[in-house]
């Protein structure tokens, strides 16, 4: 399955992607969303910033997948992997109001991070404000 990421453009996240600073991307739910369930390893994850054209791709190694989350649980979550997940050591307090009251978050830890030529992708029948798309095969939305 080929998963298409939208990241927040604000958060320079996709460059630290491409520089091995960033090695795990976390998604923080209310209710459960894609990709829960839906990723698995070997999977592949293409990576944009919101507005902008898929720039790079990479694999799926490993995904945690943690329910009916509390203050202490998303505090160990964050102390645990933020700094693979966000590159930085010390996590922004944008981030953790971001978190909190959250019920759900996925771990998708990746490798084999690598540019691909950039290309749009059609969003029709995902949803404008879709941050997370999975398709059986990438071509079926690529904009060529």
């Given at each position: ?24 991307e976390s998604r ?29 791709k990479a694999k ?75 398709v059986n095969n ?7």
């Open positions: 399955m080929d998963h298409i990421a939208i990241m927040k453009k604000s958060w320079g996240l996709t460059e630290k992607i491409l520089t091995g600073e960033k090695k795990v923080w739910y209310k209710a459960k969303r894609i990709p829960w369930d839906k990723i698995k390893p070997k999977d592949t994850i293409y990576f944009k910033d919101s507005g902008e054209l898929i720039r790079m799926v190694t490993k995904v945690l997948q943690f329910d009916n989350l509390n203050s202490i649980k998303i505090k160990q979550i964050l102390a645990d992997y933020g700094k693979v997940d966000l590159g930085i050591s010390h996590i922004m307090p944008e981030i953790k109001r971001y978190v909190a009251g959250k019920n759900y978050c996925i771990l998708i830890f990746f490798d084999k991070v690598e540019r691909v030529k950039a290309f749009d992708i059609n969003k029709t029948g995902f949803g404008a404000m879709s941050a997370w798309i999975a990438i071509n079926q939305i690529k904009i060529s």
